[in-house]
Each structure stands twice: as C-alpha cells, then as structure tokens.
C-alpha cells in the first residue's frame, strides 16, 4: 500500500505544487514540506517558488499573508479551522482612533494578523526582523498591533521611540511565566534559556537568548552548551532535535502546544491536494492595500 509521504509527493507533481511548514506544525508536516520556516522564512519563499499551487501548511493569516505576495496563485490551507487567536485582537477602529489621536504614527502591524488589518497598516513585521524595521523607521510614534509583549520588548530597545500598545498577545507565549522559568531552571541550572519576545517581558528578561523561532535554533546550534530550556512552541523540538542530536531541550511547562498549528495533518494535505481546495481567497481591494506593508516589509528587512 502506498505511504501517505508517497501519495503527497506523487500529488505535488501531478498538481505543480509546493509545501511551505511552519516550525509549529507536527513533526511529520515539517518532514513532508519543502520548505520549513517562522514567519518571516516563509514570506520570502513565497516569492520565490515557481510551483502554481502552494500548500500553506500553517495558521490563517499565513495563508493569506502568502497569497497577497502571490494573488496569481492557488493557496491551499488545508484546514481552514486553523487559526490563530491573537491576529484578531485588534481593530480598524482602534487604529483610527490611534492615527487621529498622534501626529507622526507608523501603525506597525506583525504579520500575525488578519488581511484587514495589514490593509489598514503602513509596515509589516515579524519576532525576526522587527526591531531592524521599527529601528529605521522614521516615525516617533509607534502603534504595533496586535501583539503587546513583542511591542514591550522592542520598545525596550528603541527608547527615543513613543509605543503605543494594543491589548493583544499570543495564547501560548503569554501562557509562559517566569515562575514557570524559574522553576525549571532550578531542575536544569546548567540550561540555557532560549526564549520568543512574545512571551511577558518578566519572562523575557530572564533569557540567555531573546529571538525569533528561526534565531533560536540558530542560537542553539551554534552554542557550545549542551542543554536549554526552549521557550516557545514545542513543534520546534523537531528541527531542533534534527539538527542537534546530542543536546538536551527542556520546555518551562507540560504542554507549550498551538492548537491551530496543530490542525493541519497529512490526510488533510493529502485531501486538499487532490481537490484543490480549500483556497485561500481575498477581496482584490484588499490584496492591493494588505500588500503595501508587506512589500515595504520585504524590502526594508533587506
């Protein structure tokens, strides 16, 4: 009988597509995917690939974030359930507000957010190059929507910048206290604290290393230490694990797991390829004004 990584790859032929995984999903996606990346990775890939079709293995706001770089082409989330609560925790209406309320604002929008709100932004960002970003932006004032302890972290960095925060964050980063640092540290005291901005700032500041998905298995690999305590969502463990067979990783709580990442499965692959649904689709006005901070993204990262 023919193994589901075989029919995948005998679809992706037939169909001209490619498969782009995010770090959360489950080990055996990031093993069938073609390319496998943060947020940042897989938005510069999704130029660059020539396949038609592209299976966005992922959350929501990635399929759409790739399918405004690429409107031509067919996005496939293979589960459209897949989402991410924190890319709704703003609102146009807040952003008005904030713009009618300060002169020289940059609304800086992390590209976990939906479509609409990158359409009512004027940069987007993601953990990897977000302090380059807001850095070399002009602007005095900030307004960095949807996530908060990113925000709070680049604010501490930037401190001739005015930030104005949103009520918004991650479910599973905000889920990692310093207590729960703290106390695994006590169990591991020669780890190494590997940690996402998006965590609380008490959490943060206790981090050897403070980065990206992709920058912390970059720390990591490159680290002469041998064991660390991975703050971020455990499907990283794979790559981590992959390309560090002999270091030891330690997560600050039972469970760091994302339920939308989650979702996606290789049957779903397997269906959404052979039907070609469902895809991914945005309104054409949309497009044209989510695109704008996304390009400027792109090109300022550079």
């Not at 592209?54 to 759409?64: A, P, R, T, W, Y």
């Not at 169990?187 to 990206?212: N, Q, R, T």
């Amino acid at each position: 009988m023919e193994s589901k990584f075989d029919q995948i790859k005998k679809l992706k032929e037939e169909k001209d597509a490619v498969i782009l995984a995010h770090y959360y999903t489950e080990p055996e996606i990031q093993k069938i995917a073609d390319y496998v990346g943060d947020s940042y990775f897989l938005s510069e890939k999704a130029r660059e690939v020539k396949e038609k079709v592209i299976v966005m293995c992922g959350v929501s706001f990635m399929g759409e974030s790739v399918k405004l770089l690429n409107p031509e082409k067919i996005i496939l989330l293979p589960d459209m359930k897949a989402d991410c609560p924190m890319a709704h925790m703003a609102t146009v209406k807040k952003i008005e507000e904030v713009r009618k309320k300060y002169d020289d604002l940059a609304v800086v929008c992390y590209v976990n957010s939906t479509a609409e709100l990158k359409a009512h932004s004027d940069v987007c960002v993601t953990s990897a190059n977000a302090l380059k970003i807001v850095k070399n932006l002009k602007n005095k004032n900030i307004f960095f929507i949807p996530d908060q302890h990113l925000a709070r972290y680049i604010s501490t960095k930037l401190l001739d910048k005015n930030f104005i925060f949103n009520d918004g964050w991650c479910h599973i980063h905000n889920d990692i206290t310093k207590d729960d640092i703290l106390k695994t540290k006590e169990k591991y005291p020669k780890a190494k604290v590997a940690i996402h901005p998006e965590c609380p700032i008490e959490s943060v500041k206790l981090g050897d290393y403070v980065g990206s998905t992709s920058g912390i298995i970059k720390y990591v690999s490159e680290s002469q230490d041998e064991e660390f305590i991975i703050c971020t969502e455990d499907g990283v463990l794979y790559e981590l694990k992959e390309k560090n067979p002999n270091k030891k990783f330690y997560l600050p709580k039972s469970k760091v797991q994302c339920s939308g990442m989650k979702k996606i499965t290789l049957d779903k692959i397997i269906d959404s390829l052979e039907t070609l649904e469902p895809q991914v689709n945005l309104d054409n006005n949309i497009i044209k004004e989510a695109n704008k901070p996304l390009e400027n993204m792109l090109m300022m990262a550079r």
